[in-house]
């Protein structure tokens, strides 16, 4: 699928929303890509975002897996969108989310969501989030899958 699969506008107005939404504006989330399937959003590193404490010394600084959690659910979420009847203004609400961490994440993150399904009521989607490890290559740092009411 292409861009153009999803509605004129949408990566912006998407873009646009998150600049507005405390939460996700202070993680400084950014919108990649987007087509009627998958969504990809980001959120750079920053100090604040770490489990790092005073005195930790040398120890490179790990993004906080609930980070990771945010972007899965709202990536997965919001990937269903151009499946409703009106993805604008349509509603969609987390029923279900799984997460599981696979390894520390010392940099920018990256989440790649897939629809899995979108039925009349309820869609499924999968998300990756890579980031860079501590080997300093980027690696998938978490996966998950949620399940999402759709409000058509």
Do not use: C
């Amino acid at each position: 699928m292409s861009d153009a699969d999803v509605p004129d506008g949408m990566t912006d107005l998407l873009q646009e929303f998150i600049d507005d939404h405390g939460y996700l504006s202070w993680l400084g989330t950014t919108v990649e890509s987007m087509t009627h399937d998958t969504l990809v959003l980001s959120v750079p590193f920053d100090e604040k975002l770490s489990n790092s404490r005073p005195g930790d010394g040398d120890d490179p600084a790990q993004v906080h897996g609930g980070i990771a959690a945010t972007l899965i659910d709202t990536a997965g979420g919001i990937a269903l969108r151009p499946h409703l009847d009106d993805p604008l203004n349509g509603g969609v609400a987390t029923i279900n989310l799984n997460v599981n961490y696979l390894r520390p994440a010392g940099g920018d993150l990256t989440a790649t969501a897939e629809v899995v399904r979108a039925g009349s009521s309820v869609g499924v989607s999968t998300v990756t989030v890579e980031s860079e490890a501590p080997d300093g290559e980027s690696k998938p740092v978490a996966t998950g899958q949620g399940a999402y009411r759709l409000f058509r």
